[in-house]
């Protein structure tokens, strides 16, 4: 019994709403003002007609500023793809354009005194062994590769001092021989576009070494 009446009473409660809904005042919205009295409404570009033009930069905007002069440098060379990397981060928000050029050169990495390869390893140990008697005590005897059985006679970044090294030896009777070592190594450039603003200083952003700028034809 006491089932049947909560039925009833639920069923009249619902059709008590629906006719609210259907048969009640109809209700208006009402929103807040999109802006303050006085202050112009904000429209964004697509909302304006195809004939507004854009409103110019402010002068002095970093838009206006950061437009190439015509002017180009090329600045490095940076001994590692880290430092120019770390450079071309740091100049990228403050020039018009910007690109890296790797390079290949050949580097200097000393002087090399030796007395050229003998026949055999025997006549090497013999050579060495007179070395030993005029008192000459820092050689090497090369055991392997293409070098074998050549006696270096030290290894010198100043050409100088292996010059020296060359007459001392030579003075002593021994045939040494003098010859630069080189590698072939990679150097890394960064170009840059210099922007429009005056005064632009480009040490502030790239202090990777001892880093050097060149004018070059703009990319």
Known sequence: MFVRLLFLLLLTLNLGVGAWLVFGPATTQVFPPATDPG??????????????????????????????????????????????RDAMRALTPHVADIQFQQEQTTQSTGWWVYLPPLASRDQALAM???????????????????????????????????????????????????????ET?????????????????????ARQGDIKAVPVDCF
């Open 39 to 84: 202050v112009p409404e904000l429209r964004l570009l697509s909302e304006q007609s195809p004939s507004g033009t854009p409103a110019p930069a402010p002068a002095g905007s970093a838009a206006r500023d950061i437009q190439g002069d015509g002017k180009c440098l090329r600045l490095g060379p940076f001994d590692t793809q880290s430092d120019m």
């Open 128 to 182: 060495a062994r007179k070395l030993s008697d005029k008192g000459v005590s820092d050689y090497y005897v090369v055991t392997a590769g293409d070098r074998q059985n050549t006696i270096s006679l030290g290894l010198f970044h100043d050409p100088a001092n292996a010059q020296r090294r060359v007459k001392q030896l030579t003075d002593l009777g021994f045939p040494a021989q003098l010859r630069e070592r080189t």
């Open 185 to 205: 190594l990679p150097q890394y450039w960064v170009d840059i576009a210099l922007p429009r603003a005056p005064g632009f200083d480009w040490h502030a952003y």
